[in-house]
């Protein structure tokens, strides 16, 4: 998949804009998902040399919170709530659609790296049900025949 | 202060740990997940004693409750009993092959739990003494992965750890023994990583590896005694004989 090289100066730049308390990982860790959809390796490493802690403990939190990803996720997260009210209105069949449609289960990354699925626990908007969220935008009340042109919307809007 | 542990009185300080005190008085509370090195974690559950304070009973992990009245303390009263029992059955559903799990089981009368399905094979009980012994011994090669059912105890990334000096203290202090540590010859193997071990000068025996003493040397600032533990001490035992005669 097409993924911007890794700079070690851009990791080094972003490791030095915090202060060198290890109580600032999370956040680094954090930003770095933000970057590079994910938490790569080189960034645990040279986290662990800046804080002078073993690189385990840093793995042990970037496994330990579900926000971080070790692996790249796609371009687009496709989170699908799995809250009871979301539950109830069929999210099951749902993700099973988009699985369908995308070829990917949950927590998996499309072949060309453009989508990635999500379970996800209640997003607090419950009358909406079932809901999905691409790219922090909200689809309420999807239905299966839907996610086709919304998937392709957001692969023409990439395209652009 | 002096606190009752299940009739003998205990002398004791302000917020010293129950099952500390109860170590030093000889009385003994059953843990896995408690090693004297180590401070208490409180997470196999298996220390729990029943405390009265005022005549209110309650029941805590002896490992990490700290003593901050006086007290009577209760290591086997029936709910004690009870409720040992049943995380010791819950273990063995989870770490079914342990030996020493098996034998807490049926030292405290814990029952087969039909509801639950054993964990083919499975030693570890994910307390995570391992991890916290090897990060305090100042290698952190290991540590605790991911969480919920998938918690697992892993070097980073599942490789052979760079960070690993194979002293193998995880596999000596882990509770269940589900820390397999191969040794062949002058060879051991841990963690996928293979080591050389070195001799004992004197008597001959393979004790520790070449990374263990380099890391020794480099912490003391001199080079490390290149004797195994058993000669090590008949060398400091002879030393004293020596010095302070027979």
């Known amino acids: ?160 | 202060m002096v606190i009752t542990i299940d009739g003998i009185e205990c002398e004791c300080e302000y917020g010293e740990f129950l099952r500390d005190i109860a170590t030093r008085c000889e009385i003994e509370i059953p843990a896995l997940c408690n090693h004297g090195g180590l401070p208490g974690q409180g997470c196999c559950r298996v220390c729990i004693v029943e405390v009265e304070i005022k005549g209110w009973k309650t029941v805590v992990a002896s490992c990490i409750y700290p003593v901050e009245q006086e007290c009577i303390v209760y290591t086997n009263s029936d709910k004690i009993k009870r409720q040992r029992a049943m995380v010791l059955s819950l273990m063995r559903a989870r770490a079914p092959a342990s030996k020493e799990i098996e034998l807490l089981c049926s030292k405290f009368g814990a029952s087969r739990n039909e509801r639950f399905i054993e964990q083919e094979g499975e030693k570890c009980i994910l307390c995570g003494l391992c991890a916290k012994t090897c990060e305090s011994i100042g290698s952190g090669a290991i540590s605790t992965i991911n969480r919920g059912i998938n918690k697992d105890v892993s070097t980073p990334y599942d490789e052979p750890s760079e960070a690993c000096l194979g002293c193998g203290a995880c596999s000596e202090i882990c509770p269940t023994s589900a820390i397999e540590m191969e040794e062949q010859g002058s060879l051991r193997k841990i963690w996928g990583k293979a080591f050389d071990l070195v001799s004992c000068e004197v008597c001959g025996k393979p004790y520790a590896t070449t990374q263990e003493l380099d890391r020794n040397a480099k912490v003391l600032g001199e080079p490390a005694s290149r004797l195994c533990d058993v000669c090590r001490r008949k060398a400091i035992a002879d030393v004293l004989a020596k010095t302070f005669g027979s």
Not at chain 1, 67 to 73: D, G, H, M, T
Not at chain 1, 99 to 123: H, K, Q, W, Y
């Open chain 1, 1 to 160: 998949m097409a993924l911007e090289a890794i700079s070690k100066q851009e990791i080094k730049s972003l490791i030095e804009s915090y202060e060198n308390d290890r109580r600032h990982a999370l956040r680094i860790m954090q930003d770095m998902q933000r970057i590079y959809n994910y938490v790569p390796r080189e960034g645990l490493e040279a986290l662990a040399e800046r804080f002078s802690c073993p690189v385990s403990s840093l793995y042990s939190l970037a496994t330990f919170y579900r926000a971080l990803s070790l692996k790249p996720k796609g371009k687009n997260v496709i989170k699908v709530c799995d809250g009871t009210a979301c539950h109830i209105r069929g999210s099951a069949n749902l993700i099973g659609s988009i699985g369908r449609e995308l070829d990917i289960a949950p927590g998996e990354t499309t072949e060309d790296g453009m989508f990635s699925l999500e379970l996800v626990n209640c997003l607090g908007s419950c009358a909406l049900a079932p809901v999905m969220v691409v790219n922090e935008k909200y689809y309420s009340k999807v239905s299966m025949g839907q996610l086709a042109g919304i998937f392709n919307k957001i692969r023409e809007g990439e395209d652009q």
